[in-house]
């Protein structure tokens, strides 16, 4: 049982929020779009708005933003859906 399986959607919901169209308009894989300087920066202004949104309706975030953009680094050069 998980009991703020809220929290852990929107974590998901962070990734697609802003590493799917990311992606899909530049063509960059996980790996080139979390450590380019441009992409990885709007990657993370993207979830940072979104994790203000989150916790106005009461998520708590298990991981900050900075570490989940090296955590989608480290998944390779992975294509996301949208791609």
């Known amino acids: 049982m998980r009991p703020r399986l809220r929290d852990e959607l929107w974590v998901k919901l962070w990734d697609n929020l802003a590493f799917n169209p990311i992606s899909a308009l530049t063509h ?3 790996d080139v779009l979390c450590t380019d300087p441009g992409t990885g920066e709007v990657a993370r202004r993207m979830m940072i708005e979104a994790q203000v949104v989150a916790e106005k309706r009461g998520v708590s975030f298990p991981i900050d933003v900075d570490r989940r953009i090296e ?4 998944v390779g050069a ?6």
């Open 78 to 83: 992975h294509r996301t859906s949208m791609l």
């Open 28 to 30: 960059a894989t996980l």
């Open 71 to 74: 955590g989608g680094a480290a």
